[in-house]
T-cell receptor, first 113, second 114 residues
Framework: DTEVTQTPKHLVMGMTNKKSLKCEQH?????MYWYKQKAKKPPELMFV???????INESVPSRFSPECPNSSLLNLHLHALQPEDSALYLC????????????FGSGTRLTVV | QQQVKQSPQSLIVQKGGISIINCAYE??????FPWYQQFPGKGPALLIA?????SEKKEGRFTISFNKSAKQFSLHIMDSQPGDSATYFC?????????????FGSGTRLLVRP
């Protein structure tokens, strides 16, 4: 299995809702990442997990809460989002050592109404 | 501070032509230089990558040229095809905080006309 699977593919949520994005990989990668991508812009790093521990938080607002329950799974919990948070949320994974590149999922298209 | 500058912003090439995308960086701690290809509605996919001890790497129609002293690297797509129409990102990486961290350039939207 050489894929990163993200669910759901599309999500519409109100500003008072709580929702979660899910990311799964079975490549044995021990680094996992959340990126946010606005239209016609490059991906922006949000969080990095290394060996299931949060190693980088790029000053992301607390309405985004990441979680790494095990080495294959990464969640992003969403609460009280704003319309400007609407974007494509990308999950990626990689080896921690050696760096053979990231494998990205297809993303979750999030719309906040 | 803009660590990575990518150019051009957009590029139109005829089928069979050569597409060239450039990337300049400032951070000398970068030690891995990949290019990612992204189609609409998809996540970026690793296209080709180079390490700083090599000046050129070729994989099929795709070539990376790397100039360490100038802190620049470029992507060349030979015999460009309409299926190559996508957005391309240079994304040099540095090690830190127990993982590699990619820094994405602004992207180049390539259109290959039939």
């Amino acid at each position: 299995d050489t894929e990163v699977t993200q669910t759901p593919k599309h999500l519409v949520m109100g500003m008072t809702n709580k929702k979660s994005l899910k990311c799964e990989q079975h490549m044995g990668h021990r680094a996992m990442y959340w990126y946010k991508q606005k239209a016609k812009k490059p991906p922006e790093l949000m969080f990095v997990y290394s060996y299931e521990k949060l190693s980088i938080n790029e000053s992301v607002p607390s309405r985004f809460s990441p979680e790494c329950p095990n080495s294959s799974l990464l969640n992003l919990h969403l609460h009280a989002l704003q319309p400007e948070d609407s974007a494509l949320y990308l999950c990626a994974s990689s080896q921690v050592q050696g760096n053979y590149g990231y494998t990205f999922g297809s993303g979750t298209r999030l719309t906040v109404v | 501070q803009q660590q990575v500058k990518q150019s051009p912003q957009s590029l139109i090439v005829q089928k069979g032509g050569i597409s060239i995308i450039n990337c300049a960086y400032e951070n000398t701690a970068f030690d891995y230089f990949p290019w990612y290809q992204q189609f609409p509605g998809k996540g970026p996919a690793l296209l080709i990558a180079i390490r700083p001890d090599v000046s050129e790497k070729k994989e099929g129609r795709f070539t990376i040229s790397f100039n360490k002293s100038a802190k620049q690297f470029s992507l060349h797509i030979m015999d460009s095809q309409p299926g190559d129409s996508a957005t391309y990102f240079c994304s040099p990486a540095e090690w830190g905080d127990s993982s590699y961290k990619l820094i994405f350039g602004s992207g180049t939207r390539l259109l290959v006309r039939p």
